[in-house]
């Protein structure tokens, strides 16, 4: 296998695994565990992906150079740990964000906060948890596989 289809499937997998988790997570807190929770938790999680697969790479570019511009003092691990939090705040607002839309459609503003937020905020911890680990861990790693492509 080419290094670049190996590339494109670790990324893939990334997306799988942490946004099927994620949506998994914010679809339960929304509607619990009903007799239509599967099908509401793939449209959700497709969605998502169809949102964040695009602008996810973009995203991660900026946030990365924000990060060691503004707080170039910091260490490596330090500035690492920074930067997953930042992604997981922001990916999963957009996430949160999808996912209401998906299973309220379009509300009052009030009502989307609401929901929004309860959505945001039940997909949090594991999120940041999931965050401190890509940054400490497999962000490394895939430096060093990305480096011998």
Known sequence: MSKKVQKIAIIISFIMVIG??????????????????????????????????????????????????VFYALSRTQKNILFGLVMAVIMESIMAIVTTINLHGFLLPSEF????????????PAGLIISVLMSLVIKPRLAVFWAKA
């Open 20 to 69: 099927g988790l994620l949506t998994f997570l914010m679809t339960w807190r929304n509607i619990g565990f009903s007799h239509h929770f599967i099908g509401a938790w793939l449209s959700s999680f497709a969605w998502c992906v169809l949102c964040i697969a695009p602008i996810g790479g973009v995203i991660s570019i900026v946030t990365n150079s924000l990060v060691n511009k």
């Open 113 to 124: 906060v609401d929901y929004w937020g309860a959505t945001f905020i039940s997909a949090l």
